[in-house]
């Protein structure tokens, strides 16, 4: 059974940094490496909103403009496990922050299309870690 879980999160004052990670179990064997995965946010009373995106083997990144050079998303495929390093954190960042992953019926997933706008395409979720920016 696939599980993701979520890591990282915390309080912060405006202009700090916080690194999450999302540590992937229950793929089989390598698979990990072949999934697309992604990080959302949703913040009280807001819908679930795409924050950054990489593709399986790590070459294809994709970042929501409200985080844009500001968030970096890596992954360490022989660790099963996501990262999102969000320096110059802002209130407005304030949110629940889960990770979600997917693999086209291919069987891999080296481009973003499609992926980077709604949460239909994801398949597993985690259950989010909290964070939280104060001004």
């Known amino acids: 059974q696939v599980q993701l879980v979520e890591s990282g999160g915390g309080s912060v004052q405006a202009g700090g940094s916080l690194r999450l990670s999302c540590a992937a179990s229950?793929?089989?064997?390598?698979?990990?490496?072949?999934?697309?995965m992604g990080w959302f946010r949703q913040a009280p009373g807001k819908e679930r909103e795409g924050v950054a995106f990489?593709?399986?083997?790590?070459?294809?990144?994709y970042y929501a403009d409200s985080v844009k050079g500001r968030f970096t998303i890596t992954r360490d495929n022989a660790k099963n496990t996501l990262y999102l390093q969000m320096n110059t954190l802002k209130p407005e960042d304030t949110a629940m922050y889960y990770c979600?992953?997917?693999?086209?019926?291919?069987?891999?997933?080296?481009?973003?299309?499609?992926?980077?706008?709604?949460?239909?395409?994801?398949?597993?979720w985690g259950q989010g870690t909290q964070v939280t920016v104060s001004s």
């Open positions: 979600a992953a997917v693999r086209r019926s291919v069987g891999y997933c080296s481009s973003l299309d499609g992926l980077t706008s709604g949460t239909g395409s994801w398949r597993y």
């Open positions: 229950g793929f089989p064997f390598i698979t990990y490496s072949t999934y697309c």
């Open positions: 990489i593709s399986d083997g790590g070459a294809s990144t």
